[in-house]
């Protein structure tokens, strides 16, 4: 059989497999790699808990408003909640199954709609693999976090758009508007991409009146849906005023206070190709940090030439979209999907990686024209060469890093933790950044985080506007909890005057706090047992002195506020 027949035989095979194809790379990338980050996850099984217990716990939360009552629903239906010990873990379970369900569907979703766009099988599929391999994508979908379900949404919707079908487009425009009204309900910043995404078969295939009024359909059925979860919401809150909808809607950015272009630069990037600590590595290369070791050696061989990299794909991409005038419509879409995500990220949290998962549509359709239209050999070659080497890094890394999430030393500290937990003490540690934080949040199928039920509280999150009233928030916990008669435990690392490169603190990060004020701070007060430990915990007993001290902070809490 010559060459060119076994071309023609695996082309053949790949047009008849190309889903089986696609859930199998799916399968395999989630096989070899782990859901490291766990995102806020922590939290909405403490709010979903919360309810269950009769409690509010931000469970109707406008940014991610389907997510914990879904996750309750199936829980409450579903499962023995016979024993309250395992509950956390049931729901831990029950989101990330909903993870994993929704990156399948959505690998499948992406490979359907290259294919209505009629780019090569080959092209379909290399596309589909470094869509699961981006870094966001192949992380979050092994968590219990919404955002990949918010991703299913938005690309089914693009899906019931683009979709060829003329027998019934009405009825896939309204599934469609209905579709991204789910996707925001799941993850309200997907609203961001949603217009260009209504738009997506006027701007792709031409502004005619078909095409246009299926845009119109789009957007009705999409208000509509809005209108029904979110208004279905506020009266469930019984909230009966304009400023109570913007209270709801304040809570939800959690006090963050990080902005600036530089960090949605990095962030994007970031959200497609592991870099690691690369912006903490930068950070602290910038400010001059005293930590910083080897600073240029790392960025110039990782992080800067990863950041680079990814610039010089997309800035190719672009190129060759401009070049055509089939290109140009793609282009548009890539750009009118983008910008809005990129300038609301300018103010608020533009550094995280899943911010611009509502980006992975576009980029990755752009991507995927760029490579069936090139003309050159040597494009081509670049741009898929770039795709391999964005698989097997972000594969790599995501699988080293996994080890370094269970380094021996995170493991001893939470093992010093563990009989605290048993005595329900309260656990604080320094810096929210620190591994440890990420080990009890991200791995909480394991034993030393009891399966689930130990949870860390800290004294700072830099880049939140916690940081400014610090000493009082933990003053008022430290109270609350003696009141509760329950033991309280601080890192020794809170003693320390200088941190050590591997705690992650990056000085001159947030305006607000120094490391220098936790061993002041502490200077202050009487410390129980555990002191000499090099890196474990010690009590902070209730005296007259430490009451005395800490009710003077908590009294100003409110008033802080």
């Known amino acids: 059989m010559t060459e060119r027949n076994l071309l023609n035989s695996f082309s053949a095979l790949l047009t008849k497999y190309l889903y089986g194809v696609a859930a199998f790379v799916f399968l395999v990338a989630i096989s070899f790699t782990y859901g490291y980050f766990w995102a806020d996850a922590a939290d909405y099984v403490d709010s979903v808990t919360a309810f269950q217990n009769g409690k509010d716990y931000n469970f109707v939360d406008f940014g991610h408003l389907l997510w914990r009552p879904l996750g309750w629903l199936v829980w409450s239906t579903f499962f023995d909640l016979s024993d309250p010990s395992i ?15 929704a990156g399948f569907g959505s690998t499948l979703l992406v490979a359907y709609i290259l294919r209505v766009l009629k780019v090569h099988d080959w092209v379909n599929i290399l596309t589909v ?7 966001a994508f ?7 976090t919404t955002y990949i379900t918010a991703l299913f949404f938005l690309l089914l919707g693009i899906a019931l758009v683009v979709n060829p079908s003329s027998s019934r487009p009405n009825v896939f425009a309204g599934l469609a508007g209905v579709s991204f009204a789910l996707s925001t309900g799941f993850w309200i910043a997907f609203v961001w991409a949603i217009p260009a995404a209504m738009l ?8 005619n009146r078909k095409n246009l009024t299926r845009s119109a359909l789009t957007l009705s059925a999409f208000v509509i849906a809005v209108l029904v979860i979110f208004g279905g919401a506020i009266v ?15 809570v939800a950015s959690h006090g963050n206070a990080t902005h600036g272009l530089a960090r949605v630069i990095f962030g994007i990037s970031r959200s497609f190709v592991f870099m690691g600590d690369g912006g903490a590595e930068i950070k602290q290369f910038l400010l001059s940090n005293s930590n910083t070791q080897n600073a240029i050696y790392a960025l110039f061989n990782a992080t800067i030439f990863k950041f680079l990299a990814f610039y010089l794909v997309g800035l190719l991409v672009s190129i060759v979209l401009l070049g055509s005038e089939h290109g140009r419509r793609f282009f548009l879409f890539l750009i009118a ?3 809005p995500l990129a300038i609301f990220a300018i103010s608020f949290d533009g550094a ?17 024209l760029s490579l069936h239209i090139a003309r050159h050999r040597l494009v081509m070659g670049f741009l898929v060469l770039s795709a391999v080497l964005l698989i097997l890094s972000n594969t790599i890394s995501i699988v080293r890093w996994e080890q370094l999430a269970l380094d021996p030393s995170h493991v001893e500290r939470a093992s010093l933790a563990k009989p605290l937990f048993a005595r329900n003490a309260v656990v604080f540690l320094v810096n929210w950044n620190e591994p440890l934080v990420n080990f009890n949040r991200s791995f909480p199928f394991h034993e030393l985080n009891n399966y689930g039920n130990a949870r860390y509280n800290v004294l700072v999150t830099p880049g939140l506007d916690q940081t400014r009233t610090w000493r009082e928030e933990f003053a008022t916990r430290v109270i609350t909890a003696w009141e509760k008669d329950r033991e309280v435990w601080v890192s020794t690392r809170a003693l320390e005057t200088v941190p050590a490169p591997e705690w992650k603190w990056v000085e001159g990060g947030d305006a607000n706090v120094g490391w220098i004020d936790f061993p002041t701070f502490f200077d202050g007060l009487d410390l129980g047992e555990g002191v000499r430990n090099v890196d474990g915990f010690f009590k902070l007993p209730r005296t007259e002195r430490n009451d005395f001290v800490l009710s003077q902070f908590a009294s100003t809490f409110d008033k802080a506020l």
């Not at 400023?243 to 809607?249: D, E, F, K, N």
């Open 138 to 144: 192949l992380n979050f979908s092994q968590t219990g």
């Open 337 to 339: 999907s983008c910008l």
């Open 200 to 207: 997506a078969a006027p701007i792709l295939f031409g502004f």
């Open 352 to 368: 995280a990686i899943e911010r611009y998962l509502p980006l992975v549509p576009a980029v990755f359709i752009a991507f995927a």
């Open 87 to 101: 509950w956390r873990y049931q729901i831990f379970q029950i989101f990330q199954g909903f993870s994993y369900a």
């Open 236 to 250: 469930v809150l019984k909230i009966d005023s304009i400023q109570g909808i913007i209270a709801w809607i304040s």
């Open 129 to 135: 693999a470094t869509f699961i391999c981006s870094h």
